[in-house]
């Protein structure tokens, strides 16, 4: 999803195809390493000329082995496919249409929906721009033939406080293999007579609740009243890099939401090798060195019952961009967050700019900060209960007492509304609105990026519900350790 973080492209997307391409073969007509026949079309590393055909395997075959080597993702399994319209998660539908037309023994045997989030209205465009943008994605989402969903970036206002727990895990095939489970898929897919056909993985029907049959119809945009009030949570937050983080928070939970209604298990996102890259230094850069294995390694379990997957994680932004390029992907690019003059840019915008910069001389920068990345192990992170996970990002709290101590005095926030709404009347309800009183449900990370955004009442609806849950719980279960002795042994575990 690294693509819409914004930035115009982003991830290295500097490398246009066409003009490399034309440079390439004319200064060095080399044959395709792989082949020997055909002339080769790109070079991927230095060494590894590739002609057409053999590049179009190569990055086929990097797909289905992704998955493969992983076996996380069971035959007959829902999975929803995150698309921007960026170059990266364009690929990726191509890939998983690609892998469900092919031959059975190399066919892919998931059942695949897509999911698309509108966040024109935080990304400066006007309705008209967003009409447009919306139809062209609804048309390239049509076209796949796979259950899709359009979901506005308002709607994030309206999400339960429940996203923010994680969901029951209910393992599908809880005592099958993953061998096991294939071989009986394509013995009942047989019996079935299905064959070679995916009338059995592409279920019929619309998936669009908007558009039932026939030609997409216009788009429908939220209630000016909800994108203005969208736009007000955005507008409180103080820096760029807090904006960020904000958009991709409600971006995740929002494609969480939709898995969840819509009955998925797995959610896949389109992040490149360089956006892993560029991810690992930013998260550590944000005070989120503890969590880098789960967001950014292979699979992000965090969420319980849905379990995000990154299948594109070794691919260079340079093969995407060729991919693309030689197979006619269709793109929709949306424009990147916009900024004010005083603005500093995001530490994100500054660590790509760094990491291509050095990727220009030494080209083995990003694959290395990525290798690096592979040796961390998300087992540390694991939270064992609620009073021990991270209010926004579900991770494991990372701060003992003595930290937060520490902590405590660079997170003091004016509070205006306090005073507005009079802290004796209910000291529960008034507890619960103070902005201080987040702070211990945070993780070191995401207190950094809360101290950016805006008084507690312009956060999002279901951010304060299931804060003030999470306080009032917290409450009332120091006040059953307080008082019966006897109890104390039961609430104690
Ligand atoms: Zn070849
Ligand atoms: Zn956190």
Do not use: W
């Amino acid at each position: 999803m690294c693509e819409a973080a914004g930035d115009g492209g982003g991830c290295g997307a500097d490398m246009g195809p066409a003009r490399r391409r034309r440079g390439e073969g004319q200064s060095h007509p080399r044959t395709c390493m792989k082949c020997g026949k055909g002339s080769a079309a790109l070079i991927i590393r230095v060494g590894d000329p590739f002609c057409r055909n053999c590049f179009h395997e190569y990055f086929v075959h990097k797909f289905r082995a992704m998955l493969g080597k992983n076996r996380i993702i069971f035959p007959g399994e829902k999975v929803l496919l995150a698309v921007s319209g960026g170059p990266a998660s364009s690929a990726m539908l191509r890939q998983v249409q690609e892998g469900l037309s092919r031959e059975t023994a190399k066919k892919l045997r998931f059942i695949p929906g897509v999911v698309y989030v509108d966040e024109g209205a935080v990304r400066g465009q006007s309705p008209a721009q967003r009409e447009q943008s919306l139809a062209c994605m609804e048309t390239l989402l049509q076209a796949t033939g796979f259950p899709y969903y359009l979901v506005h970036l308002e709607q994030a206002l309206e999400l339960p406080a429940s996203i923010l727990r994680p969901g029951p895990v209910t393992p599908s095939e809880p005592s099958v293999s993953y061998k096991e489970a294939v071989e009986g898929f394509i013995q009942q897919q047989r019996q079935k007579g299905y064959g070679d056909k995916d009338s059995g993985t592409s279920p019929p029907g619309p998936g669009s609740g908007e558009s039932p049959e026939g030609p997409p119809a216009a788009p429908r945009l939220p209630a000016a009243a909800l994108t203005q009030e969208l736009l007000k949570v955005f507008e409180a937050v103080q820096t760029l890099t807090a904006k960020e983080e904000l958009l991709q928070m409600l971006r995740i939970h929002l494609i969480l939401q939709t898995a969840r209604t819509k009955g998925y298990t797995k959610v896949m996102t389109g992040e490149t090798c360089t956006c892993v890259a560029i991810k690992l230094l930013t998260n550590l850069a944000l005070g989120r060195g503890a969590f880098l294995a789960v967001d950014t390694g292979f699979k992000d379990d965090r969420h319980g019952d849905v379990m995000v997957v990154r299948p594109l994680r070794e691919y260079t932004a340079k093969e995407i961009a060729f991919y693309n390029h030689f197979f006619n992907v269709p793109t929709v690019i949306a424009p990147p967050l916009p900024t004010k003059r005083r603005d500093k840019p995001s530490i994100r915008h500054v660590v790509e700019h760094f990491l291509m910069g050095l990727q220009k001389d030494f080209p083995s920068t990003i694959s290395t900060v990525y290798r690096t990345g592979e040796k961390l192990s998300a087992d540390l992170a694991k939270p064992s209960c609620e009073s021990e996970r991270c209010l926004l990002c579900l991770c494991a709290l990372d701060l003992d007492g003595e930290e937060e101590l520490a902590l405590e005095p660079t997170l003091i926030i004016d509070e205006p509304e306090m005073e507005r709404n009079g802290c004796c009347q209910d000291p529960l309800a008034a507890g619960a609105e103070h902005k201080s009183a987040y702070i211990p449900l945070l993780c070191y990370g995401c207190r950094l990026t809360f101290k950016e955004l805006g008084p507690v009442t312009t956060l999002p609806p279901y951010v304060r519900a299931e804060a003030q849950r999470r306080i009032r719980s917290a409450e009332m279960q120091q006040q059953n350790q307080e008082v019966p002795p006897e109890d104390k042994e039961l609430g104690k575990s």
